[in-house]
């Protein structure tokens, strides 16, 4: 019971310092879950991410799942999910209850226009991280191009690039060998 406890409270410190969703939440979940915590490893979280990616739902909330199932089976992924999701909660009624006066005031707008430009530079963390370890050869670099390309110009499903992407990696193992990074 002590560690669903501390499964909950550590995701919940992660949702209540995070704006912008899951890819601004990687860096902080990194630090605090990787780094801290050492529960899972770094691979592990953007393996995570990348299936997230794909699934239904909140990617943040499927992320905490994920760690929390591999920490405590069903129970540590649910309280993995409730942790991350009850301040985003608390903070969406909170505004939802006083939100006519909140619309119109330019402390906020400014506030949240601050807090974009934020996100955007934590995203941008999270992107680089995620291109040192994931593009790591050329193979890595054709799938990534394909699938940069796949999104922009044919507007394909995520999801169907995903599984695109797997399949890629894992026929080009087999056809040229060796181990794909």
Same mark, same amino acid.
């Given at each position: 019971?002590?560690e669903?406890?501390?499964?909950?409270?550590?995701?919940?410190?992660?949702?209540?310092?995070?704006?912008?969703?899951?890819?601004?939440?990687?860096?902080i979940?990194?630090?605090?879950?990787?780094?801290?915590?050492?529960?899972?490893?770094?691979?592990?979280?953007?393996?995570?991410?990348a299936?997230?990616?794909?699934?239904?739902?909140?990617?943040?909330?499927?992320?905490?799942i994920?760690?929390?199932?591999?920490?405590?089976?069903?129970?540590?992924?649910?309280a993995?999910?409730?942790?991350i999701?009850g301040?985003?909660?608390?903070?969406?009624?909170?505004?939802?209850?006083?939100?006519?006066n909140?619309?119109?005031?330019?402390?906020?707008?400014?506030?949240?226009?601050? %807090? #974009? +430009?934020?996100?955007?530079? &934590?995203? *941008?963390?999270s992107?680089?991280g995620?291109?040192k370890? !994931?593009?790591?050869?050329?193979?890595?670099?054709?799938?990534? %191009? #394909? +699938?940069?390309?796949?999104? &922009?110009? *044919?507007?394909?499903?995520?999801?169907?690039?995903?599984? !695109?992407?797997?399949?890629?990696?894992?026929?080009?193992?087999?056809?040229?060998?060796?181990?794909?990074?």
């Amino acid at each position: 019971m002590k560690e669903l406890i501390e499964i909950f409270i550590s995701f919940f410190k992660v949702s209540s310092v995070t704006f912008g969703g899951g890819y601004a939440m990687l860096p902080i979940l990194q630090r605090e879950i990787v780094e801290k915590k050492a529960w899972i490893a770094e691979e592990k979280i953007i393996d995570y991410y990348a299936i997230s990616q794909g699934l239904p739902g909140i990617i943040a909330i499927n992320v905490a799942i994920f760690i929390g199932k591999e920490r405590k089976g069903i129970l540590g992924g649910i309280a993995g999910a409730l942790g991350i999701a009850g301040p985003c909660l608390l903070i969406i009624t909170f505004i939802a209850a006083f939100l006519s006066n909140f619309q119109d005031n330019p402390i906020v707008r400014n506030a949240f226009g601050g %807090i #974009a +430009v934020c996100v955007s530079a &934590l995203i *941008l963390n999270s992107v680089i991280g995620l291109w040192k370890k !994931a593009i790591v050869d050329r193979i890595g670099i054709l799938i990534f %191009i #394909a +699938v940069l390309m796949g999104m &922009l110009v *044919l507007e394909i499903s995520p999801i169907v690039l995903i599984i !695109a992407g797997a399949i890629f990696g894992v026929a080009s193992k087999k056809l040229l060998g060796g181990e794909a990074k």
